[in-house]
C-alpha cells in the first residue's frame, strides 16, 4: 500500500505562521493537493499541483514542494482557519488513483 | 457552478449491500478529463479514496476495497452510483462524491472539486 505520513497536530498563535507537512515516496513524481475540513463539514480545497491556489482561497494559504515532502504554509494564521488539513496524492504506479494523508488538526491559540 | 450530492440509505444491517447515488449539475460526466470519486470518512478518522470513475466509463478502486465496490455512471441523469458489498459494522462513516479535475488522460487521478455534502451511513443490527 502506499501511505502519506502528515503530524497529528501543529499549534500555532494568530498571526503566525503555520506550516503543515506531508511526506510520501512518489510525491517527487505525482502532484500534492490540500484539503481544508471543518467540523461537519465536507473537505475544501486549498491547494492543488503542489502550490497552486483555486480562486477564493486566501492568498495566506500556499503549498511548497521538496523532494519527498510537500508543505501547506499558512502565513498569517487567523482563528477562522482552525481546522483538520488533509493532503492528497497518487503513487507512482497508478494503483491508489488518490490516497489521503492522516490529516493534522491545526489549533490557533 | 458545480454541485453534488449523495444520497441512500442511513442504516444498513451487516452483510447487507450499500448503494449510494451521487446526482451532479453543473458538469457532464461525457466531457473528456472529467470524473466522478467517492471518499468515506469514518466518524473522527481520515479520509479515504474508495473509487473514481472517467468520462470514458475507465473506473478505479481502492486495492484494498476492489472485491467489495462497484461504480457505474448515468450520463443521461448525471448520476453516479457505488455499491459495496458484505456491509459491517467498520464502514460506518460519511460517504463523500467528489467532481475529480487533473490531467486530460484517464487513469491519472487528479484532485477532488468540490465535494458534496456527505451521506452517513452507521451499519448496525
Known amino acids: 500500500s502506499y501511505e502519506l505520513t502528515q503530524p497529528p497536530s501543529v499549534s500555532v498563535s494568530p498571526g503566525q505562521t503555520a506550516r503543515i507537512t506531508c511526506s510520501g515516496d512518489?510525491?517527487?513524481?505525482?502532484?500534492a493537493y490540500w484539503y481544508q475540513q471543518k467540523p461537519g463539514q465536507a473537505p475544501v480545497l486549498v491547494i492543488y499541483k503542489d502550490s497552486e491556489r483555486p480562486s477564493g482561497i486566501p492568498e495566506r494559504f500556499s503549498g511548497s514542494s521538496s523532494g519527498t515532502t510537500v508543505t501547506l504554509t499558512i502565513s498569517g494564521v487567523q482563528a477562522e482557519d482552525e481546522a483538520d488539513y488533509y493532503c492528497?496524492?497518487?503513487?507512482?504506479?497508478?494503483?491508489?488513483?488518490?490516497?489521503f494523508g492522516g490529516g493534522t488538526k491545526l489549533t490557533v491559540l | 457552478q458545480i454541485t453534488l450530492k449523495e444520497s441512500g440509505p442511513t442504516l444498513v444491517k451487516p452483510t447487507q449491500t450499500l448503494t449510494l447515488t451521487c446526482t451532479f449539475s453543473g458538469f457532464s460526466l461525457s466531457t473528456s478529463g472529467v470524473g466522478v470519486g467517492w471518499i468515506r470518512q469514518p466518524p473522527g478518522k481520515a479520509l479515504e479514496w474508495l473509487a473514481l470513475i472517467y468520462w470514458n466509463d475507465d473506473k478505479r478502486y481502492s486495492p484494498s476495497l476492489k472485491s467489495r465496490l462497484t461504480i457505474t455512471k448515468d450520463t443521461s441523469k448525471n448520476q453516479v452510483v457505488l455499491t459495496m458489498t458484505n456491509m459491517d459494522p467498520v464502514d460506518t462513516a460519511t460517504y463523500y462524491c467528489a467532481h475529480r479535475r487533473g490531467g486530460a488522460a484517464a487513469g491519472t487521478g487528479g484532485w477532488f472539486d468540490p465535494w458534496g455534502q456527505g451521506t452517513l451511513v452507521t451499519v448496525s443490527s
Open positions: 512518489a510525491l517527487p513524481k505525482q502532484y
Open positions: 492528497q496524492s497518487a503513487d507512482s504506479s497508478g494503483t491508489y488513483q488518490a490516497v
